[in-house]
Each structure stands twice: as structure tokens, then as C-alpha cells.
């Protein structure tokens, strides 16, 4: 039986800043809808927020939504640079799909990219399309890799359950292609 002293330490909250020291391995994952591109200029209105934040809870693998357009292969992985440096000769990786508001950005290599146009809403943007992208990521030091789906979904005013429905329904074709498809080692 445990202790009440060993129960108030295993309860104690940590920092999200910091680090576990007593695991194998840390993996940060950070999830942000930046709003219609405003973390890159001109506009730029949350550039600074996103600085400060990203700076703050260093993530190691970013999925943002509502982040598109040319801008994301161009500037992106510069300002992550300029946010969180990596060992000289890495760079952060990026995969995003051209169409949609989808891009994951990491530190660690992505394998087995792929993204998916699920509807065409020209409503929103005359090329923009509803998706996801999903990548691999390669993790090193870690016995293991983690398969990411970034999606953004439609909210009630802009879409409706259909809608929803349709694109998760998309993701979740998606992932059993992977494990069924004889392609099993991408995703066991």
C-alpha cells in the first residue's frame, strides 16, 4: 500500500514547460488553429502570441489549422527556426495539403505523407477544400514512431453533422487502408 506522502508526490502537478526526467522519452505535440494565417505578415496579428507561445511550450511536432496557402512552405519552417533552433544540419520538417487549412510541422522526420481533399468549399476560399493530412513521424530515440491526422473540422454555422461526419468518416478510411492494405508496417 502506498503511502498518503508518496500519493500528494505522484499527484503533484508539473510544469508543462518542463520535461519529464524520469521517462525514456519526451514527445511534445502541440495542436493550434492560428486563424486565417495570421501568424505570418503583413497581417500578421498573432505572429507575436505565436512566438511567445510556441517559444514557451517548445513543441517538438506542431498540427495547425487554418494555415495555408504559399506561405506555409516558405515562411513556416523559418520561423520555427527562428523560434526553436535545431542541431546544426536538421531542419524542421513540414507536410501540409495545398488546398486545405492542414500542415504538421516537426523536428523529427515525417514518412508516409499523405492528405486527402474530403470537399470543395469555395465559400470559404475559392480553392480551399475540406481535409486532413497525416503523416508518420520518425522518432529517433524512441522505440517508437506516432501517426498524426491534423484536421480541421467545420463548425455548426459553417457546415452541419453531415459535413462532420464526412470528413471523419474520410480519416477513419484512411487509417484502416493503412493497417489493412498490406501496408500494416506504417501503421500496426
Known amino acids: ?3 498518503s506522502a508518496e500519493n500528494q508526490q505522484a499527484a503533484r502537478p508539473i510544469s508543462f514547460i518542463d520535461r519529464r526526467d524520469n521517462v525514456e522519452f519526451n514527445l511534445r505535440i502541440m495542436s493550434w488553429n492560428v486563424w486565417q494565417g495570421s501568424i505570418f ?3 500578421g496579428i498573432r505572429q507575436e502570441s505565436f512566438k511567445r507561445i510556441v517559444a514557451a511550450v517548445k513543441p517538438d511536432v506542431l498540427c495547425l489549422q487554418e494555415v495555408g496557402g504559399p506561405k506555409v ?5 523559418g520561423l520555427m527556426d527562428s523560434l526553436l533552433p535545431l542541431e546544426v544540419g536538421r531542419k524542421w520538417r513540414i ?3 495545398p488546398n486545405s487549412d492542414n500542415v504538421v ?3 523529427y522526420p515525417l514518412m508516409h505523407c499523405s492528405h486527402e481533399d474530403v470537399k470543395h468549399l469555395p465559400t470559404i476560399a475559392p480553392k480551399f477544400h475540406l481535409g486532413y493530412v497525416a503523416c508518420k513521424v520518425d522518432l529517433p530515440e524512441s522505440p517508437n514512431d506516432i501517426y498524426l491526422v491534423a484536421a480541421h473540422f467545420l463548425s455548426a454555422g459553417n457546415g452541419g453533422i453531415s459535413d462532420r461526419k464526412r470528413h471523419a468518416d474520410a480519416i477513419v478510411r484512411h487509417l484502416r487502408r493503412l493497417r489493412s492494405d498490406g501496408e500494416g508496417a506504417i501503421l500496426p
Open 73 to 77: 512552405e516558405t515562411e513556416l519552417p
Open 105 to 107: 510541422i516537426s523536428r
Open 95 to 97: 507536410h501540409y495539403a
Open 41 to 43: 505578415l503583413p497581417n
Open 1 to 3: 500500500m502506498e503511502s
